[in-house]
C-alpha cells in the first residue's frame, strides 16, 4: 500500500524556532528532542510512517504527538499521559550541569571515562540521578561493556574535547568519508542517511566550518567587505552600513570577512582574492581612480561596490544619490531664510586620494547653491571636535555673514556646533547646522538634535550585499546592476529660519 502523507504540520514562526531548539538542545530529555525533530519533519511535508521510522516508533505514536501538538502547542512536546508512572522531570540546572562536567572534564585519577560515582561525587547529585541523565541523553555505556569501550567496541568519544567529523560518523553508524559527502553533497547518499548525519551532528554539537558548509556549492559562503581603516577608525555611519549588509549576508546563509587593510596594499588583497577563502567581496571607500578595482577584476573575483568609481561602467554599484542630497540640504537652508552658507567636508588627505562621495557631494554643493542663488563657502575639516572647531573659525573668517553650515563630517558636527555656541550663535535662532550622512543615533545624541540629509546606509549595505550574492549565485542579469538612493531629509533642533 502506498504511504500517504498528512498534510503538512502548520507552524508560526515562533514555534519553528522553539522546535528548533528543543530539537538541538543538549539538555534536554531524549523524549523531548525526539518528539521536537518529529514535529519538525512533519512540518516540512515527511510522511508519518517515515517520521515513525527516522524516530524509532510507530506510527500511532507520530499521530499522537501531532495532535497533542494541535491541542497544547510546544507546552505538549515531550509531555507524558497522566497514569503512566513515570519519574518527575530533573532540574534543567542538574542536566545541564552533569552534561556539561561530562563533555569538558576529565574523570579523575587519569580514569578513561567517568562512572555514575564519580560524577555524582563531582556534580553533587545521586548516583540514580546522573546514570537517568546519562540514559536519557545516550551516554549510558551497556551491561558488559568494558571500561573505555562502547558496546560496538570502539573507544568512546573524547571527554572535553571539540567533536570531531569521527565522532559524528561513530554517532550516526557511518563513515568519515560519508559524513563528509553528507555536509558538502560531493556524492549522491540517501536522504535518511544524511538526516542521520545531520542529527548526530546536533547531538554532539558538531559545527563544521564555514568553507566545509560552503564546498557543496563549490563556495566558502563568506564575503569579505574592503574597508580601508588608514588612519581613522570605523565611525557609526561606517557601521550603519557594515550591519546592514552582515544582517542580511546572514539571512541569506553567508558571513562576511571585515578585511580593513589599507587600499594601497595590494598584494594583500590579490592573496585575499585569488587563495578561494572568499565567494566575493564588497568594495567600500570606493575612490575615483581605486586601483582595488583591478586586482578584484583581474582575479575574477566577483564584486559589488558600495560607492562608485569615476567611470564604473559595466560594474554593479550601489552608491547615494549625490545630486539630490545636496539639492534637499541647500534648498531647505535656503527655503528658511539662509543666502550665506558654509559646507565642511572630509579632510584634504581624503580629498586627495580622490575618495569618491566626498568628491561627488562637494562638486553637488556647489552646484546646489549655485543654482539656488545662495553663496557657499567649502572647505576641508579634520575627522575630529577639535577640527570642528577649527572650522568654524575658518568658516567666519572666511565669511562673517554665513548664518548656516552643512557638514559631511560626523565627528567634527559636534565641534561645529560648540564653537557657534562659543561665540554666542544660539542654535538654531542665530546660526543653523546640517549634517549629511550622518546616522540617526549620532544626530539624537548632539545638543540640540542634528537636521540631517541622507539615504538609509543599513538599507544601503542590505542592498549591495543582496546584489553581491545574486551575481555570484547567477541570478543577477548580465546588464550591469546600478542602484542611486535617495536621501531623507529629517528635521530636527539644529535648523530654523535665518535670525535678523
Known sequence: MPIVPAAPLALSTDQRAELVRMATSAVLPQRRVVQARALLWAADGVANEEIARRAGVDSDTVRRWRKRFADDGTAGVGSVAKGRGRKPSLP??????????????????????????????????????????????????????????????????????????????????????????????????????????????????????????????????????????????????????????????????YHLLLWTTGAEQLDDLAGLARQGLVDGALLMEVRLEDPRIDVLRDSRLTFTMLGRNAGPGDLDYVDTNFDQCATLAVEHLA????????????????????????????DCMVRAAREADVTLTALTCSRSVEGGRQAFAELIAADPRTTAVIAFNEQATPGLMAAAADTGRRIPGDFSVLAVDMPAQAARMATPTVTTVGPGAAAMGKAAVEMLIRRIEGGQPARPAQVLFDGELTVRASSGPRGR
Open 92 to 253: 534543567p540546572g542538574t542536566v545541564a550541569e552533569v552534561l556539561r562536567l561530562t563533555r569538558t572534564e576529565s574523570p579523575p585519577g587519569g580514569a578513561q571515562r567517568w562512572s555514575t560515582r564519580s560524577m555524582a561525587a563531582r556534580a553533587g547529585v545521586g548516583k540514580d540521578t546522573v546514570a537517568r541523565i546519562w540514559a536519557e541523553h545516550g551516554r549510558t555505556p551497556r551491561q558488559g561493556e568494558a571500561p573505555g569501550e562502547t558496546a560496538a567496541g570502539a573507544a568512546p568519544e573524547p571527554v572535553g574535547a571539540v567533536p570531531t567529523m569521527a565522532d559524528v560518523a561513530r554517532r550516526a553508524g557511518v563513515s568519515v568519508s560519508t559524513v563528509s559527502y553528507a555536509m558538502t553533497g560531493a556524492r549522491p547518499i540517501a536522504e535518511v542517511t544524511r538526516e542521520r548525519v545531520r542529527w548526530a551532528m546536533l547531538d554532539l554539537g558538531y559545527t563544521p566550518n564555514a568553507l566545509a558548509r560552503g564546498l557543496r556549492g563549490k563556495r566558502s559562503r563568506i564575503l569579505a567587505v574592503l574597508f580601508p581603516k588608514n588612519e581613522w577608525h570605523i565611525d557609526l555611519g561606517s557601521m550603519e552600513y557594515i550591519l546592514g549588509a552582515s544582517d542580511h549576508a546572514q539571512q541569506r546563509g
Open 335 to 362: 527655503g528658511l531664510g539662509h543666502r550665506d552658507l558654509g559646507f565642511v567636508h572630509q579632510n584634504a588627505a581624503t580629498i586627495e586620494s580622490g575618495r569618491g562621495n566626498a568628491i561627488r557631494l562637494r
